[in-house]
């Protein structure tokens, strides 16, 4: 049997997706796990960090809806789409954001059917995350047109304070 090498590619390429999907998937159930098992003093420490994080995203998201609403309910080219999704993540989340995210607050189910249209699980007709609960990836994306409506100054600033937060959090403090 001969076999095309587009088809092969194609076939192994759909392989790996399947299998990135497969490994996001563990990886965000782990990240899940190592929440549910922190104890009261990681908690306590936990919640001081996360409090900080959700300020900063909170702010991003008071500067930016307002251009949101106008611009991206009719976007064909929008941040829900594959490009900007990191392979191998659920919603872009590391570790460090997810913890931060998901501290105090229930998130939604992931709807891991839309990872295989290249669809971020947190999509529906918008994204389904609170607004203080999305990963540090998704909100620093701003394609062009949002990036030309807002004053990105003082979101690249909101930006910057979150990412500081993220970079001075300890996973070892959690592990004590």
């Known amino acids: 049997m001969t076999s095309f090498p587009e088809e092969s590619s194609r076939g192994r390429s759909k392989d790996g997706e399947v299998a990135n999907f497969q490994a ?83 998130l939604p189910r992931p709807r891991y059917k839309n990872m295989e249209v290249d669809l971020c699980p947190f999509w529906d007709q918008g994204c389904i995350l609170p607004v203080d609960s999305r990963s540090f990836a998704c909100l620093n994306f701003f394609c062009d047109k949002l990036e030309k409506e807002l004053d990105m100054e003082p979101v690249l600033a909101a930006l910057d304070r979150a990412r500081a937060v993220l970079e001075r959090f300890s996973i070892g403090r959690c592990m004590k």
């Not at 990681?42 to 998201?61: C, P």
């Open 24 to 106: 996001a998937r563990e990886r965000f159930a782990l990240y899940e796990k190592f929440y549910l098992s922190l104890h009261n003093q990681a908690r306590n420490y936990l919640r001081e960090e996360s409090g900080k994080y959700k300020i900063f995203l909170k702010e991003i998201q008071d500067m930016i809806m307002p251009a949101v609403e106008r611009i991206c309910p009719a976007c064909e080219q929008c941040c829900r789409l594959a490009p900007i999704y990191l392979t191998g993540t659920v919603g872009c989340f590391n570790l460090v954001d997810y913890l931060l995210a998901r501290c105090d607050t229930a």
